[in-house]
């Protein structure tokens, strides 16, 4: 299984960017997905998670201004960033639980996407 994560960028503050993350490979079902992002010297942090049923769930810093979705027919999930910060900056990680054909549920991580919000 593999996440494939993309769109991150350069941006102004105040400005938007869109990161999307498809899922691919051996998949019988994923469960909830969802965004962290790593900023240098700094723990990775949950972002936001959204179930497959569409419950979501999102860090106090980013409510309001961050929308997780995700399109289960395409195993894709997106993370809409309006308003953003310089302290948004930051390696953004997409994240899902799979459930395989042989009845186990994994967890797997993307590659990173780096999103620079200048100021």
């Known amino acids: 299984v593999q996440l494939q994560a993309s769109g991150g960028g350069l941006v102004q503050a105040g400005g938007s960017l869109r990161l999307s993350c498809a899922a691919s490979?051996?998949?019988?079902?994923?469960?909830?997905m969802g965004w962290y992002r790593q900023a240098p010297g700094k723990q990775r942090e949950l972002v936001a998670t959204?179930?497959?049923?569409?419950?979501?769930n999102y860090a106090d810093s980013v409510k309001g201004r961050f929308t997780i979705s995700r399109d289960n027919a395409k195993k894709t999930v997106h993370l809409q960033m309006n308003s953003l910060k310089p302290e948004d900056t930051a390696v953004y990680y997409c994240?899902?639980?799979?459930?395989?054909?042989?009845?186990?549920?994994?967890?797997?991580w993307g590659q990173g996407t780096l999103v620079t919000v200048s100021s």
């Open positions: 994240n899902a639980d799979v459930g395989t054909w042989y009845g186990r549920t994994l967890n797997y």
């Open positions: 490979g051996s998949i019988f079902s994923i469960n909830a």
């Open positions: 959204i179930t497959s049923g569409g419950s979501t």
